[in-house]
């Protein structure tokens, strides 16, 4: 479910009322995995394989150019695990890839932003190998 998405133009963000709403109604402690990084890079295709989840199953991976994530999308279910004797349900974030056509980089930024505040743990995500 998206909790941040963008207008028309993708100029601007606006919080999801709706996936504001499915986080509050949480009622463990929460921690988020968030993943960032260029447009087409394997966001998604990476948090599928996190949750163990097919791409058909799990986040929407595009095929072509096209960015298929707008804004930033919460995976629906929570993980839950237990920390130190203290359950946990861990979200899984995924972002709209940077440098995609359309967008100026003052929207980069803000996505960028967002996910690092929300994060507990942040992965930034490249398509070249180390």
């Avoid at 799990?58 to 920390?83: A, L, S």
């Avoid at 861990?90 to 690092?116: M, W």
């Amino acid at each position: 479910f998206p909790i941040v998405e963008p207008d028309y133009g993708h100029t601007k963000l606006r919080l999801s009322e709706q996936g504001l709403e499915a986080i509050r109604r949480i009622e463990n402690p929460i921690a988020i995995v968030g993943v960032i990084g260029p447009y087409r890079s394997g966001k998604s295709f990476l948090l599928n394989q996190l949750l163990s989840l097919s791409c058909d199953k799990g986040f929407g991976v595009g095929h072509m150019r096209d960015t298929k994530t707008k804004g930033i999308w919460i995976w629906g279910k929570p993980v839950e695990m237990d920390v130190d004797g203290t359950k946990v349900s861990v979200l899984y974030l995924d972002t709209e890839g940077f440098e995609s056509v359309g967008k100026s980089n003052v929207y980069d930024d803000r996505i960028f932003a967002l996910a690092t505040v929300l994060s507990s743990v942040l992965i930034y995500n490249l398509p070249e190998t180390v």
